[in-house]
Antibody
Framework: QVQLQESGPGLVKPSQTLSLTCTVSGGSISSGNYYWSWIRQPAGKGLEWIGRLDTSGSTNYNPSLKSRVTISIDTSKNQFSLRLSSVTAADTAVYFC??????????????WGQGTLVTVSS | SSELTQDPAVSVALGQTVRITCQGDSLRSYYASWYQQKPGQAPVFVLYGKTNRPSGIPDRFSGSSSGNTVTLTITGAQAEDEADYYCNSRDSSGYHYVFGTGTKVTVL
């Protein structure tokens, strides 16, 4: 059973960089043709896709966040990471990591982390 | 447009049928997937296409598609189905994912 766990600071100051890591257990992050993705959810609001990467490190980002987002992978640690720069209060949200099965004509997020709350405040 | 629009809320009597719709231009070209989210929990994958459910998801959940609209149907809604539901598909480029605005389902 694949499990994902987010980790990182719960409080980030405005204008700084938010950094989160997702640790994958129960399987190798390199095995299978999966994408690995970040999604966020402000309190009381809907889900927003942030971006994804594959095991070769190829990435795609939400156009609305692209200038501030970097997603990377460390296969030796079975982890992938999110960096979001120049944060503001609008970036306060629960951040989820997830695995993506993408067969082009269909796709779905099959495994999710439990989510971690990141608050942007001075 | 890359937006996916859902009704904010619907209600259903216990044991009855509820349909949750998701509209967007990209749905004319791409399949959608559906997620159930209960308060304080991560979303759970429910379905993609018509009947492609992961193990553990009851067969009372089904999907359909017509034009720019996809529908998640819960036939014989149970109390445990009360949750927020989100559709998900690609934007017009095909390389970015988009979530719907979400629908809160209340089981009466």
């Amino acid at each position: 059973q694949v499990q994902l766990q987010e980790s990182g600071p719960g409080l980030v100051k405005p204008s700084q960089t938010l950094s989160l890591t997702c640790t994958v257990s129960g399987g190798s992050i390199s095995s299978g043709n999966y994408y690995w993705s970040w999604i966020r959810q402000p309190a009381g609001k809907g889900l927003e896709w942030i971006g994804r990467l594959d095991t070769s490190g190829s990435t795609n980002y939400n156009p609305s966040l692209k200038s501030r987002v970097t997603i990377s992978i460390d296969t030796s640690k079975n982890q992938f990471s999110l960096r979001l720069s120049s944060v503001t209060a609008a970036d306060t949200a629960v951040y989820f990591c997830a695995r993506v099965v993408d067969k082009w004509n269909y796709f779905y997020f099959d495994y999710w982390g439990q989510g971690t709350l990141v608050t942007v405040s001075s | 447009s890359s937006e996916l629009t859902q009704d904010p809320a619907v209600s259903v009597a216990l044991g009855q049928t509820v349909r949750i719709t998701c509209q967007g231009d990209s749905l004319r070209s791409y399949y959608a997937s559906w997620y159930q989210q209960k308060p304080g929990q991560a979303p759970v994958f429910v379905l993609y296409g018509k009947t492609n459910r992961p193990s553990g998801i009851p067969d009372r959940f089904s999907g359909s598609s017509s034009g720019n609209t996809v529908t998640l149907t819960i036939t014989g809604a149970q109390a445990e189905d009360e949750a927020d539901y989100y559709c998900n598909s690609r934007d017009s480029s095909g390389y970015h994912y988009v979530f719907g605005t979400g629908t809160k389902v209340t089981v009466l």
